[in-house]
Nanobody
Framework: QVRLVESGGGLVQAGGSLRLSCVAS????????MGWFRQAPDKEREFVAA????????YYADSVRGRFTISRDNDKNTVHLQMNSLKPEDTAVYYC??????????????????WGQGTQVTVSS
């Protein structure tokens, strides 16, 4: 089991930027595909972005493509989510998740086993 700890959330005005980080421990980080999901009040958890364990292929939800960038640093066991041009509808708790190699679908929350505790992102209009 890999342990995940997110950081970097906060309050930002619309149009601003935030960078979320997720540090993993307890596993071989380079063997995990990593994903970011978010959950707004009274809504289901939704896929935001993912990066594969091999070749670092990236995947994005249509709602964030072109504004968010996911990246990973295997030397530091860290995955980042750079969020630019933030909108009020981006307000949610953001969760980091890990999926061992290609053992599931990177865009499906139900396929991920390891989750962080979440970090709140609030975008004011």
């Amino acid at each position: 089991q890999v342990r995940l700890v997110e950081s970097g959330g906060g309050l930002v005005q619309a149009g601003g930027s935030l960078r979320l980080s997720c540090v993993a421990s307890g596993g071989t980080f380079s063997s995990y595909s990593m994903g970011w999901f978010r959950q707004a009040p009274d809504k289901e958890r939704e896929f935001v972005a993912a990066i594969s364990w091999s070749f670092g292929r990236t995947y994005y939800a249509d709602s964030v493509r072109g504004r968010f960038t996911i990246s990973r640093d295997n030397d530091k066991n860290t995955v980042h989510l750079q969020m630019n041009s933030l909108k009020p509808e981006d307000t949610a708790v953001y969760y980091c998740a890990a999926l061992f190699t290609s053992s599931g679908r990177l865009t499906q929350a139900t396929d991920y086993v390891n989750w962080g505790q979440g970090t709140q992102v609030t975008v004011s209009s």
